[in-house]
């Protein structure tokens, strides 16, 4: 039997789902678009899909690809996708399937514990802190124990933990099989089993950094597949356009400082000051960052600190261009002084060469920064903690159709690229996610990741919006363009969200509004404790997860949470844990951003209208992708709120009301307070409309 004869019957009443699994409820959408793929892997091309909340599209792809018998690389957005994919949804279907299906999990570098690295860490100066030396010494116990090397084994670790980068390698700092601990070396296990294993579960980050790596001669092969699959595949553009550029970080050179002070003294002290050069290094990488916080913090070209600082120019905007180029030359000079003294001393230790080679990519790149921006691309600065220049293509779609897609004969760099026999029979590529754009050639999505050609295929949703969720947007709320806007929303959050008992999230557009509103509400309930305020950053994305779901359990009180940024997907809280989203305004790109301008830049000297073919694109998939997170069970009610009356008032509103899900919609204020206290009712058959 044929794989797209055998998909549909897996899937059908009475098939193997349905005898596995009681809850199983068999769904035209996902049988749609599990033949569709099957289609694809069995005639090879490009797939792409939207498949709506509800839908089941991680079964849709993983049947097919599973029965296909062929190595397969799935691709996610996250690493807590790629647990979930390789812990849970793969060994299920393979066990429910009865096929025996080997399996390998691979995150990038900083997810390892590096053993060489750690033991090295004690000679940091970091870990002279208590807190840190005792974070140091908790992973030094679950090393002697763990068999992958995976840090997310290690539970309480905190993601911002400043021990991570002393116990993990970079691209940069890894020996290799230079290194005395190779043979025990957990990166280079997950990629032995990767490359004897059927499906290998990879993440986007991971599959662009190593198509950018493999480029510049320093291949890190992921195995040989014939089905490629990416999941949340709205998120790879970004993601592509981040690791096809160039970047350089004053954090990568104070690592640099860091490591050549621990190398020089463990292995050639007294052969070089290694003291002195590492200080110059750290300080000649602070004041190139200090040449920048000038400018901004004392508000000379009015950016606040964490923006992007366009750099269109010879120098950064509201940059001295005379302060800039002599802070590049001083790091320059500083890390050529540091060089000079690691060539005497090379040979003696793997640390010490590939000191050498980290310094001699490090001034490369700072060369390439000193020079004019490469033509099709756009430069900034990103300016936060640490400060870090980025060179990046406005999109991946060249990449995609010329490196990506098809496998060139040799590399830029003209060495043969190994054979790949897949490629020959005809590879199939599938993409899918639960939003790739608001019409229907999904041109969001296949314009920017050169997929033109690609089928398309869209499957709605399965849940009943009209019934189990309403639209509402506040008239009386100011415009967005209102200094008073933020506050006005928290103070209408904190009115809707008493009732419900918290059980309400909200979504903000810029990290301004977001303490605002966290801080107003934090201020309502401060005496009172009648909620709990979760405003993301205060902990870890995880943490504050879990204390939502929680909810008003165990003597605590509900809760709100006020979020940015990677809140908008990936945030699944299905239930009665979450009623009410509030979406501050419309997500339009920011204006001021050196990426946005640059691709608006580029359409209107094409002849096109930005704001009609970017602009008000992105701000139809950020809002679909903001209101999916309110209905994610057949059972689920709630509101959405969107506090920019734009949406109703503009000509364009129509265009982003009908990239929404068929919510019912809530024209005054009486009816959304009937709304609300139906939602205070435990009944889960009531509407939500009244």
Same mark, same amino acid.
């Given at each position: 039997?044929?794989?797209?004869?055998?998909?549909p019957?897996?899937?059908?009443?009475g098939?193997?789902l349905?005898r596995?699994?009681?809850h199983?409820?068999?769904?035209?959408?996902?049988?749609?678009?599990?033949i569709? +793929?099957?289609?694809t892997?069995?005639?090879?091309?490009?797939?792409?899909?939207?498949?709506?909340?509800?839908?089941?599209k991680?079964?849709?792809?993983?049947?097919?690809?599973?029965l296909?018998?062929?190595?397969v690389?799935?691709?996610?957005?996250?690493?807590?996708? $790629? *647990?979930?994919?390789? /812990?849970r949804?793969?060994?299920?279907?393979?066990?429910?399937?009865?096929?025996?299906?080997?399996?390998?999990?691979?995150?990038?570098r900083?997810s390892?514990?590096?053993?060489?690295?750690m033991?090295?860490?004690?000679?940091?100066v970091?870990?002279?802190d208590?807190g840190?030396?005792?974070v140091l010494a908790k %992973?030094e116990d679950?090393?002697r $124990?763990?068999?992958?090397g995976?840090?997310?084994?290690?539970?309480?670790?905190d993601?911002r933990?400043?021990?991570i980068?002393?116990?993990?390698s970079t691209r940069?700092?890894?020996? @290799?099989?230079?290194?005395?601990?190779?043979?025990?070396?957990?990166?280079?296990?997950a990629?032995?089993?990767?490359?004897?294993?059927?499906? +290998?579960?990879?993440n986007?980050h991971l599959?662009?950094? *190593?198509?950018?790596?493999r480029?510049?001669?320093?291949?890190e092969?992921?195995p040989?597949v014939r089905? +490629? +699959?990416f999941?949340?595949a709205h998120q790879?553009?970004e993601?592509?356009?981040?690791?096809?550029?160039?970047?350089?970080?004053?954090?990568?050179w104070?690592?640099f400082?860091?490591?050549?002070?621990?190398?020089?003294? $463990?292995?050639?002290?007294?052969?070089?000051?290694?003291?002195g050069?590492s200080?110059?290094?750290?300080?000649?990488? $602070?004041?190139?960052?200090?040449?920048? @916080?000038n400018?901004?913090?004392?508000?000379?070209?009015?950016?606040?600190a964490?923006?992007? %600082?366009?750099?269109?120019e010879?120098?950064?905007?509201?940059?001295?261009?005379?302060a800039?180029h002599?802070?590049?030359r001083?790091?320059?000079?500083?890390?050529? #002084?540091s060089?000079?003294?690691?060539?005497?001393?090379?040979?003696?230790?793997?640390d010490?060469?590939?000191?050498?080679?980290?310094g001699? /990519?490090?001034?490369?790149r700072?060369?390439?920064?000193?020079?004019?921006?490469?033509?099709?691309?756009?430069?900034?600065?990103?300016v936060?903690?640490?400060?870090?220049?980025?060179?990046?293509?406005? *999109?991946?779609?060249?990449?995609?159709?010329?490196?990506?897609?098809?496998?060139?004969?040799?590399t830029?760099?003209?060495?043969?690229?190994p054979? &790949?026999?897949?490629?020959?029979?005809?590879r199939a590529?599938?993409?899918?996610s639960?939003t790739?754009? /608001?019409?229907e050639?999904?041109?969001w999505?296949?314009e920017r990741a050169g997929?033109?050609?690609?089928?398309?295929?869209?499957?709605a949703?399965p849940?009943?919006?009209?019934? #189990?969720?309403?639209?509402?947007?506040?008239?009386?709320?100011p415009?967005?363009?209102?200094?008073?806007?933020?506050?006005?929303?928290?103070?209408?959050?904190?009115?809707?969200?008493?009732?419900?008992?918290?059980?309400t999230?909200?979504?903000?557009?810029t990290?301004?509004?977001?303490?605002?509103?966290?801080?107003a509400?934090k201020?309502?309930?401060?005496?009172s404790?009648?909620l709990?305020v979760l405003?993301?950053g &205060?902990?870890?994305?995880?943490?504050?997860?879990?204390?939502?779901?929680?909810?008003?359990?165990?003597?605590?009180?509900?809760c709100v949470?006020v979020?940015?940024?990677?809140?908008?997907?990936?945030?699944?809280?299905?239930?009665?844990?979450?009623?009410l989203?509030v979406?501050?305004?419309?997500?339009?790109?920011?204006?001021?951003?050196?990426? %946005?301008?640059?691709?608006?830049?580029?359409i209107?000297r094409a002849?096109?209208?930005?704001?009609?073919?970017?602009?008000?694109? &992105?701000?139809?998939?950020?809002?679909? #992708?903001?209101a999916?997170?309110?209905?994610?069970? &057949?059972?689920?009610?709630?509101?959405?709120?969107?506090?920019d009356?734009?949406l109703?008032?503009m000509?364009?509103?129509?265009?982003?009301?009908?990239?929404?899900?068929?919510?019912c919609?809530l024209?005054?204020?009486?009816?959304?307070?009937?709304?609300?206290m139906?939602?205070?009712?435990?009944s889960?058959?009531d509407?939500?409309?009244?």
């Amino acid at each position: 039997m044929s794989l797209v004869a055998m998909v549909p019957e897996v899937f059908a009443p009475g098939g193997v789902l349905a005898r596995a699994d009681g809850h199983f409820q068999p769904r035209d959408g996902q049988t749609q678009m599990a033949i569709a +793929v099957a289609e694809t892997i069995a005639e090879g091309g490009a797939l792409v899909v939207e498949a709506g909340t509800g839908v089941g599209k991680t079964y849709a792809y993983l049947v097919p690809a599973l029965l296909s018998g062929e190595r397969v690389l799935l691709s996610t957005a996250t690493k807590a996708l $790629q *647990d979930q994919l390789f /812990a849970r949804d793969l060994p299920r279907l393979a066990q429910i399937l009865g096929l025996p299906v080997r399996m390998a999990l691979l995150k990038g570098r900083a997810s390892y514990l590096c053993l060489h690295r750690m033991q090295q860490a004690r000679l940091d100066v970091q870990a002279q802190d208590r807190g840190v030396a005792r974070v140091l010494a908790k %992973v030094e116990d679950w090393s002697r $124990q763990t068999v992958s090397g995976d840090l997310a084994e290690l539970t309480g670790l905190d993601e911002r933990s400043p021990v991570i980068p002393l116990v993990t390698s970079t691209r940069e700092n890894c020996l @290799g099989s230079s290194c005395p601990r190779f043979r025990e070396c957990h990166v280079h296990r997950a990629r032995r089993e990767a490359l004897a294993a059927d499906i +290998v579960v990879i993440n986007h980050h991971l599959f662009f950094a *190593d198509v950018a790596v493999r480029e510049s001669g320093m291949a890190e092969l992921l195995p040989t597949v014939r089905v +490629v +699959v990416f999941d949340e595949a709205h998120q790879i553009n970004e993601t592509g356009v981040q690791f096809l550029g160039t970047q350089m970080s004053t954090g990568q050179w104070m690592d640099f400082a860091r490591d050549l002070l621990i190398g020089g003294l $463990q292995h050639a002290r007294g052969l070089a000051d290694w003291a002195g050069l590492s200080q110059l290094l750290e300080l000649s990488a $602070q004041d190139l960052r200090l040449v920048v @916080g000038n400018a901004i913090f004392e508000g000379a070209n009015g950016v606040a600190a964490g923006a992007r %600082v366009r750099w269109t120019e010879e120098a950064p905007e509201g940059l001295s261009g005379a302060a800039w180029h002599a802070a590049l030359r001083a790091l320059g000079s500083a890390c050529a #002084q540091s060089l000079e003294a690691l060539d005497t001393v090379s040979e003696i230790s793997p640390d010490l060469e590939r000191l050498y080679e980290r310094g001699s /990519a490090l001034l490369a790149r700072l060369a390439r920064f000193s020079g004019p921006c490469q033509a099709d691309a756009v430069r900034w600065l990103d300016v936060g903690n640490q400060l870090r220049l980025i060179e990046s293509p406005l *999109d991946i779609a060249d990449a995609m159709r010329t490196r990506i897609l098809t496998s060139p004969a040799e590399t830029s760099e003209g060495e043969a690229w190994p054979e &790949e026999p897949a490629a020959n029979m005809g590879r199939a590529w599938i993409f899918t996610s639960a939003t790739l754009g /608001a019409d229907e050639a999904l041109t969001w999505f296949t314009e920017r990741a050169g997929l033109k050609d690609a089928r398309i295929l869209r499957v709605a949703s399965p849940f009943d919006y009209a019934r #189990q969720a309403a639209l509402y947007v506040p008239r009386q709320l100011p415009s967005p363009a209102d200094p008073s806007h933020s506050r006005s929303v928290a103070e209408w959050v904190a009115l809707a969200a008493e009732p419900l008992g918290g059980r309400t999230l909200v979504l903000t557009t810029t990290l301004k509004a977001l303490r605002i509103i966290g801080d107003a509400l934090k201020e309502r309930w401060q005496t009172s404790g009648a909620l709990e305020v979760l405003v993301q950053g &205060e902990w870890p994305k995880r943490r504050l997860m879990e204390r939502f779901r929680e909810g008003a359990s165990h003597g605590r009180p509900g809760c709100v949470l006020v979020a940015s940024a990677s809140f908008w997907e990936g945030f699944d809280v299905p239930g009665d844990a979450l009623q009410l989203v509030v979406i501050d305004k419309l997500p339009f790109p920011p204006p001021g951003d050196p990426l %946005v301008e640059a691709r608006t830049q580029h359409i209107e000297r094409a002849g096109g209208k930005a704001f009609t073919s970017y602009a008000l694109p &992105e701000a139809a998939v950020a809002l679909k #992708q903001g209101a999916g997170r309110l209905i994610r069970h &057949e059972t689920d009610r709630g509101i959405l709120v969107v506090g920019d009356t734009r949406l109703v008032t503009m000509g364009y509103g129509k265009r982003l009301l009908a990239a929404l899900p068929p919510m019912c919609r809530l024209e005054s204020p009486e009816e959304f307070e009937s709304a609300l206290m139906a939602l205070t009712k435990p009944s889960t058959t009531d509407p939500t409309c009244p």
